[in-house]
């Protein structure tokens, strides 16, 4: 059974794209924020934690570019999975000011539920797609990243 969406309000007619990417984006988030919620997990969490299953000892600095969270989100994230038990940071040998993540056994131990977690939202999310619209999907999302990051590095006046 499929739900009609709620009609966009009238000035989203200006930007129908850019709004039916905000409801996607919010529904999505929702709905993986529930799936994380059941880990004990707050959003953006698991990203952290990826980085760290691909590459356990990164710097903080390092987390937060590879993860694209802004330093407060990140900070605070690490600080509550700490508390956790899920990672460990100390200061870097070579720079006491530099602070260093490491997963611990709890943390590495949730390497296969987010695995999980994953898929069950990609089965979720492509269920009414064809494999041609996922991939012409993906690639739109990609092209519209891509534009919006390029935009924001512009200066004001461009």
Do not use: C
Request: glycine share 6%.
């Amino acid at each position: 059974m499929s739900e009609t969406p709620p009609e966009p309000p009238s000035t989203a007619s200006e930007g129908r794209l850019s709004y039916a990417v905000f409801q996607l984006a919010r529904v999505h988030r929702g709905h993986a924020a529930a799936m994380l919620r059941a880990m004990n997990l707050h959003p953006g969490q698991e990203l952290l934690l990826m980085q760290l299953f691909d590459h356990d000892g990164r710097t903080q600095a390092e987390l937060l570019e590879q993860a694209g969270l802004d330093h407060s989100t990140v900070s605070k994230s690490l600080r509550r999975m700490q508390e956790a038990g899920l990672l460990t940071r100390e200061p870097a040998p070579h720079d006491r000011r530099v602070m260093v993540v490491h997963l611990t056994d709890a943390g590495r131990a949730l390497r296969k539920p987010i695995a999980d977690m994953w898929r069950a939202l990609e089965q979720v999310s492509v269920r009414d797609l064809t494999p041609e619209q996922i991939e012409a999907f993906t690639a739109s999302a990609h092209t519209i990243e891509k534009s919006v990051r390029e935009h924001g590095r512009r200066t004001p006046q461009e």
